[in-house]
Nanobody, 123 residues
Framework: VQLQASGGGLVQAGDSLRLSCTASGRTFSRNAMGWFRQAPGKEREFVASVSFDGRRTYYADSVKGRFTISRDNANNMVYLQMNTLKPEDTAVYYC?????????????????WGQGTQVTVSS
């Protein structure tokens, strides 16, 4: 079972990026999915989550209105569209699969974690 995040890079403030998360080894169509991030010297923090069916989403206040999480269960993919990026968005971004059907901001509800992808936003 593997989750692999990709799509990170170095961008300027105000730019956009789209992160992708590929799931392999099993289907996650019955799991909520989430994105978390960790900046240097800081704890991991919740970014966004989507319910198993993609109908409900939940965002951290810091990204609400700028980021959009979505999923494609047919292809076992989860996405994070990030617009109007800010320097404070700089972090390693991780995708994760939850034990629950419902979206969740709590890391303890996630039992599968992928390797991260670096996002760096310059001012």
């Amino acid at each position: 079972v593997q989750l692999q995040a990709s799509g990170g890079g170095l961008v300027q403030a105000g730019d956009s990026l789209r992160l992708s998360c590929t799931a392999s080894g099993r289907t996650f169509s019955r799991n909520a999915m989430g994105w978390f991030r960790q900046a240097p010297g800081k704890e991991r923090e919740f970014v966004a989550s989507v319910s198993f069916d993609g109908r409900r989403t939940y965002y951290a206040d810091s990204v609400k209105g700028r980021f959009t999480i979505s999923r494609d269960n047919a292809n076992n993919m989860v996405y994070l569209q990030m617009n109007t990026l800010k320097p404070e968005d700089t972090a390693v971004y991780y995708c994760a699969a939850a034990r629950t059907l419902a979206e969740s901001p709590f890391a303890r509800n996630y039992n599968f974690w992928g390797q991260g992808t670096q996002v760096t936003v310059s001012s």
